[in-house]
């Protein structure tokens, strides 16, 4: 872990959904810094007590706002719903100058949500960085997680695959992966992320097809020693 | 294995290349009629004689030119490269119609195959449905296979996830996944196949990352089971 004061705090904006919580509680553990940002910060604080709780008061974690999340934050994460993202990433451009988004986000359009159906940027991931500008550096990650497990602390049967503006950027994000006790691959640059966000429209079509919930992806043929690191 | 004469006999156009010969040589092993297509017969046939040495002449396959093979089969595979796709595609657009094919094309770019760049229509696949017209079906799959391992008989330790047009061309084609001794999964409608297409530059950088070729995908969190199937 990072031991930059900056670095070593995160904020989880829609921090209060499931996909946020369930990050927010497994990097909170791990002995990160946590701002939970909601539209609404009473919601957000009870997100982060309910948190708290799980982790018998044992880490350091606040809800508040998006923007004062993202101003009090090194690396800023994005969790909200696709029809919130733009809205969101505008109302934090500015104190997000500088700084690394991790975009979570998965352009779902229901109905059809096993079709994969992309922004006209390729992604919700090349939309932010578009939204956001090159002073920010963007990669985008956890799409395919099933997150009610994060929340139990069982491990994963679900590897992450890490796409960015950077090789500098994903190496930051791959120590979040480790963080939260999962396998991460630098799957290359932010316009591989319509791979991953589609992924999950992919996954949803096969639990649909099993009756499941968990269905997830892992990378094979590679040692384990690779994962979770860059090399250029 | 469908035993009706028609559905039992593939065409592998662009057979000759190291996508083709594997996967004809695991389906002339299963017991289906193999007519390898190219450009150049001889070569077609050479590719042939080479198959049904490594089956001790137990199997029926021929080489022929891509046209004579798509008309001979009732569902064709096309394993061309990528600058070849619209021809290859605009020369069978005859023998095709009222059949199936399955597109193993990826769109690489050189010199940057590990970023994905997709043509206008969304993916290859997407692109021969455009040319073949609504009177062919297509489903992609294969894509993202380490084809060495196909030709020595060894387990593959990579899942097939198969997109297509319809639920019955995607039912026909893990069909074909399973007699390659392969896991298939279905993976939705053909508009998903962008996702399977681009997983191939994903793995290319994982395996560069790692010094490996072997880099593949299983998916996670579903009974075996549900393989190799289709439900509404």
Redesign the interface.
């Known amino acids: 872990m990072n031991t930059s004061p900056i670095l070593s705090t995160i904020a989880v904006l829609g921090g209060t959904g499931k996909e946020g919580k369930g990050l927010a509680f497994r990097w909170a553990k791990a002995g990160y810094r946590i701002f939970i940002g909601s539209r609404n910060p009473e919601k957000a604080k009870a997100t982060a007590l309910e948190i708290l709780g799980l982790l018998d008061g044992k880490a350091f974690i606040e809800g508040t706002t998006n923007i004062k999340a993202a101003q009090a934050a090194g690396i800023v994460v994005l969790t909200v719903p696709y029809p919130a993202h733009r809205e969101t990433l505008e109302c934090v451009r500015e104190p997000l100058q500088g700084k690394l988004l991790v975009d979570v986000t998965v352009p779902l359009v229901p109905p059809k949500v096993?079709?994969?159906?992309?922004p006209p940027s390729g992604s919700a991931a090349q939309e932010a960085y578009a939204i956001l500008g090159k002073n920010v550096q963007v990669t985008s990650a956890f799409q395919n997680i099933?997150f009610e497990q994060l929340l139990h602390a069982e491990p994963v049967?679900?590897d992450v695959?890490v796409t960015g503006t950077s090789q500098e950027a994903r190496m930051e994000t791959l120590k979040l992966v480790l963080a939260a006790g999962l396998t991460g691959?630098?799957?290359?640059?932010i316009?591989?992320s319509?791979?991953?966000e589609?992924?999950t429209?992919?996954?949803i079509?096969?639990?649909r097809?099993?009756g499941?919930k968990?269905?997830?992806?892992?990378?094979?043929?590679?040692?384990k020693r690779?994962a979770n690191?860059?090399?250029e």
Do not use: F, H, Y
Request: charged share 10%; aromatic share 2%.
């Open positions: 096993t079709r994969v159906q992309m099933s049967e679900c695959l691959w630098d799957a290359g640059p316009e591989n319509v791979v991953v589609g992924l429209s992919v996954l079509n096969i639990n097809q099993s499941s968990n269905a997830g992806i892992k990378i094979t043929g590679i040692p690779i690191t860059t090399v």
